[in-house]
């Protein structure tokens, strides 16, 4: 699987961004991969943001991110979304999102990650 994250950017505090995630997937369809968010600040380790299960039916997410961000996906579209309302400063990080199969536990596909800044 091949993931291309694409839609990082700069903006002030209180603002909104959707991430997105488009996903190749040669011998298998994405909607068999269940997706994730995670993201990593300047001189901190990467954290876990946000998951989808493969049919959308189960999400979860960091607590601090909770009533701020909403993640979904559209199977037929193969592309995963991470929508991010009332950002702040500290949602600074280079975002990375990450599939795996549904029945294993470790992410193993990863995209490029896209930057996300948030100037107070």
């Known amino acids: 699987v091949q993931l291309q994250a694409s839609g990082g950017g700069l903006v002030q505090a209180g603002g909104s961004l959707r991430l997105s995630c488009a996903a190749s997937?040669?011998?298998?369809?994405?909607?068999?991969?269940?997706m994730a968010w995670f993201r990593q600040a300047p001189g901190k380790e990467r954290e876990f943001v946000a998951a989808?299960?493969?049919?959308?039916?189960?999400?979860d997410y960091t607590d601090s991110v909770k009533g701020r961000f909403t993640i979904f996906r559209d199977n037929a579209k193969n592309t995963g979304y991470l929508q991010m309302s009332s950002l702040k400063p500290e949602d600074t990080a280079v975002y990375y999102c990450?599939?795996?199969?549904?029945?294993?536990?470790?992410?193993?596909?990863w995209g490029q990650g896209t930057q996300v800044t948030v100037s107070s």
């Open positions: 997937a040669s011998g298998r369809t994405f909607s068999v991969y269940d």
């Open positions: 989808i299960s493969w049919n959308g039916a189960t999400t």
């Open positions: 990450a599939c795996k199969r549904n029945d294993v536990v470790i992410y193993s596909y």
